[in-house]
Nanobody, 129 residues
Framework: QVLLAESGGGSVQAGGSLRLSCAAS????????MGWFRQAPGKEREGVAA???????AYADSAKDRFTISQDNAKNTLYLQIATLRPEDSAMYYC???????????????????????WGQGTQVTVSS
């Protein structure tokens, strides 16, 4: 059974930072494609960051400068560091996992929901202006 448990969301003022965590069980973060997505009310779910084979990191254009995806293999946990938060960053943020073997993809690869099989329940990020 695969479980992804997000945490770290909350309400912050614009300009602040958050670190979201995704504690994984049933999958090994080190060897599995892992990603972060977000969805705001009335909008499509958007892939913001992912890690693929060789530790290659991909980011959405909107996330390249302020978002950092990372992992702690010892803790089997995925992280998303968000700097200089903006009101438009407000969304439910979801952690996602693919298959057990990481795929070879470049940093410009478009992160797609269909590339991921398992999903967490989400953690809410609300940024006040």
């Amino acid at each position: 059974q695969v479980l992804l448990a997000e945490s770290g969301g909350g309400s912050v003022q614009a300009g602040g930072s958050l670190r979201l965590s995704c504690a994984a069980s049933g999958v090994t973060v080190k060897s599995t494609d892992m990603g972060w997505f977000r969805q705001a009310p009335g909008k499509e779910r958007e892939g913001v960051a992912a890690i693929y084979s060789g530790g290659v990191k991909a980011y959405a254009d909107s996330a390249k400068d302020r978002f950092t995806i990372s992992q702690d293999n010892a803790k089997n946990t995925l992280y998303l560091q968000i700097a200089t938060l903006r009101p438009e960053d407000s969304a439910m943020y979801y952690c996602a996992a693919g298959e057990a073997t990481r795929l070879e993809r470049g940093p410009s690869y478009l992160i797609r929901c269909d590339d991921f099989r398992y999903w967490g329940q989400g953690t809410q990020v609300t940024v006040s202006s």
